[in-house]
Structures are given as C-alpha cells and as structure tokens.
C-alpha cells in the first residue's frame, strides 16, 4: 500500500512549495554551524586544551570521520522508523546541544579559579569537548541523509524542473554557509575576551555556530505546518544487506560440489529475494567495488583543516591592509570551488571532447586522484621553505648565547675553553651561537684594554643572553635566563625590553605594563599579536616618552633597548631573537588550486558516475557508500600518521602523495576492465520479464516450486 503522505495541499511561491524555503534556511544555517566550529576546531585543541600537533590532527580526524559513518544510522531511523521530518527535529536538538557544549567547554573562567589566565582543570574541558563533538556528529551526520531527501519529497510528480532547481539552491546554501562561517568564525577566534583573563575568544567562535543551529532548528520547525511529510517505508539498505547476508548463508550451506554452480554468488539469494532485488544489488555491489581505493583521495583532502591548518600558523599571513588568520585558509577551497565547477564544464571538458579526447567519468576520477597527490607534493615543497626559516634551537646538551652590546665603543666577547671570539658592534646584537654546555666555564667580555671575566653557569637546552656595557665605574655584564626554546606559536610575537639608560623607568606597550625597570635589568618576554604596531610609553618620575613599535611581523621574538628619552620620544634599538615567520600564506594557493581542481573532477563526477551506474531506488545505498569513503579516508590518517613516526613533516606529505598515487595506479587498473551499463535498460528488461511470468501463470508456479526445492536440499 502507499505511503499516505500529510499536507499535500501546499502554499506556493513562484510555482515553488513554500516549505522549501525553510529547508533551503535551515541548511545554510546548520552548514554555516557545522563548518565554523570545524574550521577552528584544530587551533582549539592545539592552543587551548595544549594538545600537540599529531594529537590534535588526530582527534580532529576521528571526529570527522564519525560525522560521516553516522548518516548511515540517521537514514536507518528515518526510513525506518521515525521518519525524515521527525529524525531531522530530534538530532537537530542533539546537535545544537552539541555546539552549546563546544561553547561551554572553550570558557577559560569555568575552571580558572586562582585567575592566572589558564584553565586549572583541563580534563573538565576536555570532557566537555568530547561531549560536544560526539553530540554534534550525531546530529550532523543523522540529518545529512534526510534534509535533501526530505526538501525532495516537497515536489509534485509534474515539478521536475522545480525539483532540480531546488537541488541547486540547495547547494549553493551548503557552498554559502560554508564560505561565509569559514570566513567570520577564525575571525571571532581572534579576538580577546574573559572575564578574568583576556584569550583568544573561543567561546565566541563556538558560540555563534551553536546560534546558528538553534535558529536552523526554529526556522525548520516554523514550516512544519507546510511540510509534506512521508511516512518511513523500510530502507533499501536493510533489504540489500538482508539479500548479500542470505546469498552468503546460503552458498556456505550449499558449498558441496554435488550442487551445481551459478552464474554469480548473488544468486544464491533467489530461493528467497526476488530476481529484480538481486540484479540491482549486483549492479550496486559493481559501483561499490570500485570505490574501495577512493578513501585514499579524502585522507589528503580534508587534511585542509588539520595538517595544512597548522601549516598556515607558520607562516606570514599579512595580505596588505588584511590580515589573514591561518584558519582562514581554508575558505580558498570554496571560493575556487565556485569559480573551478563552471569553468570545467564550460571550457575544460568542452575542449577536451574537441580534441577528441575519450575523458569518461572513471578516467576524471583518476586525475582527481593524481591532483591530490600534486598538491601534497606543492604542500611538501612549501613546508621544506618554511622549515629553513625556523630557527635551530639548543639540544639537551648544548645551549646557545646571543651577546647584546649596549656600549657605546665596540665590544670583544671571549668564550672560554673554546677561544672563541666574538666583536660586537655599539647598540648590536650577535646571533645565538651554540656550545657544548659541559665545555663553557668562563666569558671574557673586553673594551679596549680593560676586560672583565664571567662565570657561565649555564643549563643544556637553554638560551642566554650576554649584555655587556662599558660604564665609568667599569665593565657590566649579565647573563640572562631567555627560557624560550620554541618559535611562538599562532604568528604571535615575544617581546621583552632592556633599560640602557641611567634612570629607572616604568614601561607600558600597548595594554601591556612591564613594570619598573632599573638601569641595565630585562624584563621577561610578553606576548603580542603579530602584524601591528603599538605605542610604547617609557616614564620616569620627571618625565614621559613615547614612541610606535616597528612592525614585528609574525612568530617572532625581540629585545627592545631603551635608550634615552629625548624631546618626549623614546630612543630605542631593536634586537631579533627569533626571526619571524618568512614564507608567505600565499604560497599554500596553489596547492589549494590544485586539490580543488581534483576535488572538481573526482567528487562531482564521482558522484554523477554513481547515480548513472545505480538503479533508481539504490541512490541512497551508493550514498551511504560514497559517504563511508570519507569516513574511512579520515581513519586512513590516523592509521599513517601514527604509524610512519616521521619526524619531518614535508616527508608526512610526500608520504601521503606516494600512497594517493599507487592508489591511483589500481584504481585506473580497475577502471580499465570495467563496463558501463544502462540501469534503465537492465530495470526495463526486468520489467518485460516480470510482464511475462504475470501472463504465465505455469511459468511462475514452476520458477516458485524451483527456489523451493533448492532451499530445502
């Protein structure tokens, strides 16, 4: 009997169902949630819960890899039992309950009880974070199957040209809550806020996604008067994995050579599933086959926003009067997308049919695949450049000094046992020069005749600072402690300052108070963000000086010597400790060029190959199926990742692109013996055939006497 369906006598707007413009609503909201929160997610758990790199790519990756095996459980519900419009209100709450947690888990004052600025029990927000993300993978991937499906079921018969249009609106909605929360939510993230210690403002970042879902929810459920609601009718999945199940049992229990073969192993279902349910089930199974290299593609592809995330933190993200935060970068992938997918289908493929080029769908598939491994190599390349740029800290027996001269004569720095010598212009700094801890005793620091000698009571792993100074009643030298021995992190700057005049000042940078400084003493380093100058202010009791910071760049550190105030401006000279971070943001374009022009013509075609290749009450198995493939790609790299153990990360990459293209060498092997077939053809001759056994009523009590034998022997 068929499903009775309610409210099919829908409002109308411009020959459209009025109700689907509250699904298009509801998912540019919930997508504008669902990747905002992602796109920050990486820094999140690097930054804030203090989880390494690998860990973080890790946990990152698990995460998006539930949210792609839980569709399969959200059809199951709504086909099943509750419904597409029931399942989408239910886990829509799970979900929003989700992001709330997100939210909750990122405040610093929930558990910062002494107010030093970090969390004092970070397992508390690790539990929630945890919480929150397996809510939100539930929700996520349970309505993924439903809404398009359900925005379908909103047409008449007579409404295909709406439909498909529908279709099309609805993926611009996807593409535009993805571009736009992509944009605003690393830009939240930066911001500073707290209550009782100003961080980067995760909560916010968090926060408005969760807003966003909650207003998809009430948005959803305001149409509901307007929806036609189908009633669930069993899913195609179940029947299809019962008929594999059955042909499976059934030729183990017939696996005895006194029972004659058959055609294929499927059709030792037919003593109980209908010829029509085994022949499209072997049509799947073909298409289904073929995807088991394809996860290999989405293991490269969605490390945009784990590995290529952390990337961009190295790099120097100052585009001119904008300044691009490292999670920004991932929103290259869809505005190229939305440039890429017209331009292929109407320049690229129109050419390569004019040069008579055979480009068949399995063949586009092949070079997406061999594109991601391109621009794992561009990505490989990029990080080699950033990697000579990093500075080379001390190792556990060695440690490293910098000598600072803040006379006004030259300097010549001795170390001792090594003879090593060193001359030191006024107002200079040397670079960091490394010694085995266990051999340095003594510093001899001189200015022409007169010299003085320091003991170097120095730890392995460390790096000092030597400022020396001639003055009139003698030679002053100091060995500061720098304890910093890791570039800053999120294109950050560290900053500490040096007072080289006679008086004691007081020193503010920006809302920054580095407190009294008497003549020739440091202050420790603070932590600035990059890519802007500050006021800097010197006082003293007679007077007050200013001056503008230069600008530092991103990820570096600096010592600023205060040398005299003059004229109300502050004298000043500055010495780079780390160098900032070199290598340019823009460099990761052309690997993100490259990856979306693989995503265009493996994802899109992939997709269209599947739909043309499967019958037409199994798209949503082949969906089930193509979603996997993203869920098992995102296992396959915390399976690499963890164990190749590489050290170097340009390697990592290179990895990944060799296993991308032996991949794509089986895949093209696969694909060469394949045979396309018409499923309208096969369906239609299925169709003659049952005509037939209806006519001929002998023919069929004999085909049923048959299956009833075989069962039974």
Not at 28 to 33: D, G, L, P, V, Y
């Amino acid at each position: 009997m068929a499903a009775k369906s309610k409210g099919s006598k829908q409002p109308g707007c411009f020959g459209y169902p009025l109700s689907i413009f509250f699904i298009v609503i509801n998912e540019f909201c919930e997508r504008f949630s669902y990747y905002g929160m992602r796109a920050v997610l990486v820094l999140y758990f690097k930054y804030f819960l203090r989880w390494d790199d690998n860990f973080s790519t890790a946990i990152y990756h698990t995460f998006v890899a539930l949210c792609y095996l839980t569709p399969i459980l959200g059809a199951l519900i709504a086909d099943s039992w509750l419904g597409k419009f029931k399942t989408i209100v239910s886990l829509s709450i799970v979900y929003t309950i989700g992001q709330a947690v997100m939210a909750v888990s990122s405040i610093n004052d929930l558990t910062d009880h002494n107010r030093d600025g970090a969390p004092d029990s970070i397992a508390t927000h690790i539990a929630l974070s945890m919480t929150g993300l397996i809510l939100i993978a539930l929700g996520t991937g349970g309505i993924k199957p439903c809404v398009s499906a359900f925005g379908g079921d909103q047409f008449e018969d007579h409404q295909e040209k709406q439909r498909s249009r529908f279709f099309s609106l609805f993926y611009l909605a996807i593409n535009a809550g993805s571009l736009i929360s992509t944009v605003i939510t690393p830009i939240l993230r930066a911001q500073q806020c707290g209550i009782h210690s100003k961080q980067q403002c995760y909560p916010l970042a968090f926060g408005v996604p969760a807003a966003l879902m909650a207003v998809s929810l009430i948005v959803f459920v305001i149409g509901s008067g307007m929806y036609k609601k189908v009633q669930p009718q069993g899913n195609i999945m179940v029947q299809v994995c019962k008929c594999i199940g059955f042909a499976i049992k059934n030729r183990f229990r017939h696996r005895s050579k006194a029972y004659p073969k058959r055609e294929h192993w499927l059709d030792w279902a037919s003593e109980k599933y209908s010829k029509r349910l085994i022949t499209q089930t072997k049509m799947v199974l073909k298409v289904l086959f073929l995807y088991i290299p394809l996860p290999m593609f989405w293991a490269l592809f969605d490390q945009q926003g784990s590995r290529w995330t952390l990337q961009a933190t190295t790099m120097d993200g100052n585009f001119g009067a904008i300044q691009i935060q490292p999670d920004q970068m991932q929103t290259v992938n869809p505005i190229l997308i939305v440039i890429m997918v017209p331009i292929m289908d109407a320049v690229i493929y129109p050419l390569i049919k004019k040069c008579k080029i055979n480009f068949t769908p399995l063949r586009k598939i092949t070079v997406g695949m061999f594109l991601a491994g391109l621009a794992f190599i561009a990505a490989a390349l990029v990080q080699l450049q950033i990697d000579k740029t990093l500075p080379v800290f001390p190792a556990s027996g060695q440690s490293q000094i910098k000598t600072i001269n803040l006379g006004a004569d030259n300097a010549r720095v001795t170390f001792l046992p090594q003879n090593v010598n060193v001359t030191v212009e006024p107002l200079h700094g040397t670079d960091y020069r490394t010694f085995e801890t266990s051999r340095l005793q003594h510093v001899v620091v001189a200015y022409g005749s007169n010299n003085t000698t320091l003991n170097a009571p120095i730890t392995g792993g460390e790096r000092y600072t030597l400022t020396v100074k001639n003055t009139v009643s003698g030679i002053d030298a100091q060995l500061l402690f720098d304890n910093v021995t890791s570039k800053p992190e999120e294109g950050k700057n560290l900053i500490r300052f040096i007072n080289n005049s006679p008086w004691t000042v007081n020193v503010t940078m920006g809302g920054a108070d580095f407190g009294e400084l008497t003549p020739l003493s440091a202050t420790n380093y603070s932590v600035f963000s990059g890519g802007r100058t500050d006021k800097i202010v010197v006082s003293t009791n007679a007077d007050s000086c200013t001056a503008t910071s230069n600008s530092l760049g991103f990820g570096g550190a600096y010592t600023i010597i205060i040398n005299e105030c003059s004229g109300n401006v502050a004298a000043l000279n500055y010495s780079q400790d780390i160098p900032p971070n070199t290598v340019h943001m823009a460099w990761q374009i052309p690997q993100y060029f490259i990856l979306t022009c693989g995503e265009v013509v493996f994802s899109v075609t992939g997709l269209e190959f599947s739909y043309s290749q499967a019958p037409s009450n199994m798209k949503s198995v082949l969906q089930a199926g193509w979603l996997l493939t993203v869920a098992v790609g995102n296992i396959i790299v915390l399976i690499v990742a963890g164990a190749s153990k590489l050290s170097q990360q340009w390697a990592e990459y290179v990895l990944f692109a060799a296993l991308l293209f032996a991949v794509c060498i089986i895949f093209s092997i696969m694909a060469y013996f394949y045979t396309y077939i018409d499923p309208n053809e096969i369906e239609a001759q299925l169709d003659e055939e049952e005509k037939q056994v209806k006519k001929d009523p002998d023919l069929q009590e004999k085909e049923e006497k048959e299956a009833e034998a075989v069962s039974r022997m």
